[in-house]
């Protein structure tokens, strides 16, 4: 089947950043670890707009008093587990007002959430700074006073799909944990693993491609970029873009500065252009969104593919990275993670180009109780180098994921899954 990564000889940071995320396309591989504990109960629902009743997709969905996290699906749509009766759910997103729901008497009942628009006053006494650069630099300096100063251990649910076109030809899905050493001592110790993991393929044939584009499960590790400063949020690497300060806006029920990065230099690899988001009180990071630049095609290009077959053109379309950050008992975590990879690829002889869309997303599910952080030993260690076919395996059980907290799959996903199955 196909074979996704990126380019491991680019100069630029964001490129070799990349370059240790792979996905491959193979049914094979076995359990690393035993399951987790039993989460009895489940809570199912909706989120959408209270104005115009639209779904609401990356809504940050929690238990209150514990740990247990997720977050909806693109339509709207959640499930959260907990080993305990819940009373309330909690629900956030970037622009709406956060709100705590009651959970049904009959816990059978879904729910049915409305969000609300955030508005705001600013404080008339309180003076902006006109340089973002300045707000960066000393949001930089408070990172290791806004992160966790111990060792931690979290359980993380993570999914890649590839779509040829509107059909899915790929699914993969697992539970792994994270550790993550202080932010104090930097990511060298920093690993995940994979816990229980299955993956689906298309059997035809005209679905192999050979192309290499991005995924993996050390994505939680090496794209923390705030973790991981010297890729993005470094003096000499902000130098390479044009800062500016954008309207302020709502997340957690706290107001964020929100700056937006634009290549300012011309370089031989490919710049990215983004948004970066701020707590206004702490200056911790709580969002991160960045785009590959592809007005040039080539450098693009050099930036997302490493190899295909001989005859094949291929043509970049979009590679994306959001990074959503959640702060909890006064201390900033990665919370969600997604990157978006869309590619049209063709044979020289056909007159069609074949679009190709592969997404791969991370969501911490829960966070151990501080001072209970083991670190994950090197031979359990999912590496750089492995993809999650080298772990995962064909598994046709509809309560293969009792046991864990994910993110709920689509409508269409679901489909995928039963017709691959078959």
Not at 124 to 145: F, H, N, Q, T, W
Not at 280 to 298: K, Y
């Amino acid at each position: 089947m196909s074979i996704f990564s990126l380019n491991c000889k680019k100069s630029g940071v964001m490129n070799r950043l990349f370059k240790i995320l792979i996905l491959f396309f193979f049914l094979l591989g076995i359990d690393a670890f035993a399951q987790g504990d039993s989460l009895r109960y489940a809570v199912r629902g909706t989120v959408r707009d209270s104005e115009t009743g639209r779904p609401l997709s990356d809504v940050g969905v929690s238990i209150p008093g514990t740990r247990y996290a997720t977050v909806t699906n693109q339509e709207g749509a959640f499930v959260i587990k907990s080993d305990t009766r819940p009373a309330t759910v909690a629900f956030s997103l970037l622009g709406y007002r956060s709100m705590t729901g009651p959970v049904p008497e009959d816990m059978k009942t879904p729910m049915h959430v409305r969000l609300t628009k955030g508005s705001y006053m600013l404080e008339a006494a309180r003076v902006y700074s006109g340089d973002p650069m300045s707000l960066l630099l000393k949001a930089i300096d408070l990172i290791p006073e806004n992160c966790p100063s111990e060792p931690e251990l979290f359980d993380c649910f993570y999914r890649e799909t590839v779509q040829k076109r509107q059909r899915f030809i790929y699914i993969s899905e697992a539970v792994t944990k994270m550790y993550k050493n202080s932010f104090r001592k930097g990511g060298w110790r920093d690993k995940a693993a994979i816990v229980k993991s299955r993956i689906l393929t298309s059997p035809r044939s005209s679905d192999t491609l050979g192309v290499k584009v991005v995924g993996g499960p050390v994505m939680a590790v090496e794209l923390d970029l705030v973790k991981n400063r010297q890729f993005i949020l470094s003096p000499a690497e902000l130098t390479q873009y044009r800062l500016e300060l954008l309207p302020p806006e709502f997340l957690d029920e706290r107001m964020q500065f929100v700056i937006r990065l634009t290549p300012a230099v011309e370089r031989p690899y490919a710049l990215h252009f983004g948004k970066i988001y701020l707590d206004q009180e702490t200056l911790s990071f709580t969002r991160i969104e960045l785009n590959l630049d592809i007005s040039n095609p080539v450098k693009a290009t050099e930036a997302m593919l490493v190899r295909k077959p001989v005859g094949i053109r291929f043509k970049p379309k979009e590679m994306s990275l959001l990074l959503h950050y959640r702060t909890e008992e006064g201390k900033t975590r990665l919370a969600y993670q997604r990157t978006v990879f869309r590619f049209n690829c063709d044979w020289r002889r056909k007159l069609f180009a074949t679009e190709f869309t592969a997404v791969a997303e991370m969501v911490v599910t829960n966070r151990h109780q501080t001072g209970s952080a083991e670190p994950i030993l090197r031979n359990e260690a999912f590496k750089s180098s492995e993809s999650l076919a080298d772990k995962a395996y064909f598994y046709d059980d509809s309560d293969f994921w009792k046991d864990y907290n994910i993110i709920e799959p689509t409508e269409s996903l679901e489909h995928a899954i039963s017709r691959l199955k078959k």
